[in-house]
């Protein structure tokens, strides 16, 4: 069935368009530099701009050239990637996946590698026009399954913009190939706190023609939480925590997020764990339909998906460890060993010496978005 509006303007690119966006990628001398940056030679570059030239669909580049990327970042700087709950969804369903967010590029990265070496379609994936700095970029994250949502534009244009994200989230779960991945808020969670946005769902609802249980039935909400054993940018975001305290009114930089994605990629991440929750049931929904006001409809939806990413998170015994230190107590040390533990405090100290602020303050940081998945577990779930 064909879209009833033209989403050009965020969507993904097509097969169709393509070769026109690779040929444009590979007259962009800064996408060069970054292929140059990874160590390719001369010979190298020709040889896979030869091999790129070749490719004639998305499909086929991601399998040549982004999977095996993705997969040689695993192998150097993490300890494995493992998922669960997949098998309890329908391969012929579409899904809107709500997730945590503790890394720009990865989350959904992982997540679409994993999808497909379990022989699931790959996910569309929604990317804040914030982190398209450069023309490069944008041509690169829409010919990986990613639609843009639009930031920082002016508040008269806002309404109409989150309509029209709304309407194009809806249709792709409704009539649409893919699912939809999306994150429970906007930017990273900084501090190890996952909590869903109210806005967020108050979007996805400006598309629903109907009442609140069928609107929310209709998109088939399925909560996410991805899991590090190592924050893949823990200093960087203890830096911006300390710069806010200082400076209330302190701004990101282009060259921030730029940076914040090459460390994401780069920095050891230890054990990474995705796990599905249980996709929102009409149980839940017609409970939650039941009280009077929309800010509270919304505001219980989100806190059913707080639960449901706090139940699926895994708490590795990094977590455990900055808790106990955090809070002053052994309440978790049958959680973790010794050597865990002083592996732990010596990595805390190699990580927040790059971060140039107070230590004392940065390790309070540090230690509290550890901490927080187990304060929220035993708090919300236990």
């Known amino acids: 069935m064909p879209f009833t ?18 040929e444009r990628l590979l007259n962009d001398p800064l996408f060069i530099n970054v292929l140059r940056s990874m160590n390719k030679s001369e010979e190298e570059l020709a040889h896979m701009r030869e091999a790129l030239l070749s490719t004639k669909t998305i499909e086929v580049f991601q399998d040549k050239f982004v999977v095996p990327m993705i997969n040689q970042i695993l192998a150097t700087s993490s300890d494995g990637l493992s998922m669960q709950g997949l098998d309890d969804l329908d391969k012929n369903q579409r899904y809107l996946y709500i ?65 029209h994200l709304s309407s194009y989230i809806r249709q792709m779960i409704t ?30 609802n400006m598309s629903n023609s109907n009442g609140f249980f069928e609107g929310f039935k209709e998109l088939k909400i399925v909560p ?6 190592i924050e893949p ?3 960087e975001k203890v830096a911006e925590l300390k710069k806010r305290e200082s400076d209330p009114n ?74 106990d230190l955090y809070f002053k107590t052994t309440k978790y040390d049958a959680q973790y060993t010794k050597e865990e533990k002083e592996s732990f405090i010596e990595l805390t100290h190699k990580r927040l010496q790059l971060v140039n602020e107070d230590i004392e303050d940065s390790m309070v940081l540090w230690l509290k978005m550890y901490a927080t998945p187990v304060y929220n577990f035993e708090k919300f779930v236990q």
């Open 175 to 204: 009539k649409g190939s893919d699912s939809i991945w999306i994150a429970q808020r906007e930017g990273r969670a900084k501090d190890g706190n996952d909590s869903t946005q109210p806005a967020l769902l108050k979007m996805l």
């Open 250 to 323: 302190f701004q990101k930089t282009e060259k921030d997020d730029l940076m914040n994605m090459v460390s994401g990629l780069s920095n050891q991440k230890g054990r990474i764990h995705i796990q599905f929750g249980e996709q929102i049931d009409e149980e839940v929904l017609l409970h939650i339909a039941n009280e009077s006001g929309t800010n509270e409809r919304m505001r219980l939806l989100a806190e059913h998906i707080d639960k449901e990413i706090y139940r699926n998170y895994r708490l590795f015994s990094n977590n455990y460890i900055a808790y």
């Open 5 to 22: 509006h033209n989403f050009d303007d965020i969507r993904p690119y097509r097969n169709e368009e393509f070769p026109s966006v690779l």
């Open 224 to 229: 996410m939480a991805i899991s590090y054993e």
């Open 99 to 163: 997730s945590n967010h503790r890394d720009i590029i990865l989350d959904s990265a992982l997540l679409n590698v994993k999808m497909h070496a379990s022989g699931f379609s790959p996910t569309e994936i929604a990317i804040g026009s914030n982190l398209l700095i450069f023309p490069w970029i944008n041509d690169l994250v829409r010919i990986n399954r990613s639609f843009i949502v639009k930031r920082n534009i002016p508040v008269k244009e806002m309404l109409a913009s989150s309509r």
């Open 233 to 235: 940018c823990g200093n």
